[in-house]
């Protein structure tokens, strides 16, 4: 069965940084875009930074220069290495990917359980 696997979250003061990382699991026969949402409190999930198989990557523009995702293509994993932390960055952060798992027919998406990311003096 596949699964993503977040890790990484925690508390942090404001201007300090944080590293998630979220690996896929399971006989997975392809990956395409992969990424991370967060949902702030009280307020709806949202984009934070994807990727795409070829290594093309697109931002919030309230992360833009501050936020940085990679993945490894061949241990299907992504991080989001997330610099110069802000109040309004605190959120619970999701791993998704689009996956397609040996023995199903196209790609599905995939979500981890979410990490708990606290920005806080």
């Known amino acids: 069965q596949v699964q993503l696997v977040e890790s990484g979250g925690g508390l942090v003061q404001p201007g300090g940084s944080l590293r998630l990382s979220c690996a896929a699991s399971g006989s997975i026969f392809s990956c395409n875009d992969m990424g991370w949402y967060r949902q702030p409190p009280g307020k709806q999930r949202e984009l934070v930074a994807v990727?795409?198989?070829?290594?093309?990557?697109k931002y919030a523009d309230s992360v833009k220069g501050r936020f940085t995702i990679g993945r490894d293509n061949a241990k299907s994993t992504v991080s989001l290495q997330m610099n110069s932390l802000k109040l309004e960055d605190t959120a619970v952060y999701y791993c998704h990917a689009e996956l397609w798992a040996s023995g199903r027919i196209g790609y599905n998406d995939y979500w981890g359980q979410g990490t708990q990311v606290t920005v806080s003096s």
């Open positions: 990727i795409n198989s070829g290594g093309r990557t």
